[in-house]
């Protein structure tokens, strides 16, 4: 069975144990948050742990999460950015690739939006010219062993390039999780804007798992406002832009999208790059904004 299936179990933790995380988890935090960042633009983005949950609670009360309602949790990441979209993409693509690589120290997250970044910043007090775009809980799951028991088997087998410990072989069967994610063939088109690709063709091109797998990657409100357009050897990505005129979750969605595509490429045996792409020639839409092309080598 396919590594590639740990992408299948991602899923966002919301109820959390009130105690700290354990010393081995901190310490990977702590080394994932420091810079520089192995990501285009890892630059722009600045992350910051903030140890004490409860503080954070009390300071940022009305001011983060869905309708200003925070997710307890024991720590968060304090997620800060210059604010152009690529610098959001680039916060989308390296945090996730983190929570993504959390789940082998048995830590749960959850991201959380911030409605409002400039009075959370002031609340917080931290130093930085940068702007907070997204908050992220942290803690270990409250249900019992929820992720541990699923990554039991992974710690050894083969290195990856995105874990010092690899994601090794586990065995698990894949199943469609969500009856509410998209049908696979509603996020593809081939070459131009609305031609859709069956089941059988995607599969024929080696691609069905990956775009099945891309179902699973979070997005604000799971809107899962993502479509690619196969162009050659070539795909696209381009995000739905959201009614509220918020760029920062457009493009951080954007940002996880191409985190796991990437990931998924590269464990299905593909190698290539995200590049930035300017140029509309797929008819895509008005309502959706062309955030990249990754080029298959
Ligand atoms: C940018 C962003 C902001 C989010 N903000 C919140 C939030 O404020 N509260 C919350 O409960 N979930 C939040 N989420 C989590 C999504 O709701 C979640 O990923 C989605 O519903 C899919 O569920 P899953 O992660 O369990 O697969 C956010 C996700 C993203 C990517």
């Known amino acids: 069975m396919s590594q590639i299936q740990a992408l299948t179990k991602r899923k966002s933790v919301r109820e959390y144990h009130k105690r700290g995380l354990k010393a081995e988890a901190l310490s990977f935090i702590e080394q994932a948050i420091r810079p520089p960042y192995a990501v285009a633009n890892g630059d722009l983005v600045d992350i910051r742990f903030l140890e004490n949950g409860t503080d954070v609670q009390t300071k940022l009360a009305g001011l983060a999460g869905y309708a200003g309602v925070m997710i307890e949790a024991p720590h968060y990441l304090a997620v800060f950015v210059e604010p152009t979209p690529k610098a959001y993409r680039a916060a989308g693509y390296y945090v996730e690739k983190l929570l993504f690589d959390a789940m082998e120290y048995n830590i749960g997250t959850c991201w959380i939006h911030v409605g409002q970044p400039e009075a959370a910043k002031a609340r917080l ?3 930085t010219d940068k702007s907070l775009v997204a908050l992220v809980a942290l803690g270990e799951p409250l ?7 699923f990554f039991q088997r992974i710690k050894a087998n083969k290195p990856s390039v ?13 199943e469609e999780r969500r009856s509410d994610r998209h049908a696979t063939v509603d996020l593809v088109y081939l070459d131009t804007w609305g031609n859709s690709l069956t089941h059988d063709e995607l599969e024929q091109r080696n691609l069905l798992e990956i775009y099945t797998l891309m179902k699973n990657a979070p997005s604000w409100g799971n809107r899962q406002p993502w479509k690619f357009i196969i162009d050659g050897h070539d795909i696209v990505l381009a995000i739905e832009n959201n009614e509220r005129g918020d760029v920062a979750s457009d493009n951080l969605d954007g940002g996880i999208a191409m985190f ?21 020639n797929y008819r895509v839409p008005g309502d959706y904004t062309i955030v990249g092309k990754y080029t298959v080598e």
């Open 125 to 127: 007090g931290l130093e």
């Open 143 to 149: 249900e019992e062993n929820a992720i541990a028991k």
């Open 162 to 174: 995105y874990s010092p410990g690899g994601y090794g072989d586990f065995d698990v069967q894949y």
């Open 260 to 280: 796991y595509f990437d990931l998924a490429m590269n464990q299905r045996g593909f190698s290539g790059q995200w590049h930035p792409l300017y140029e509309n």
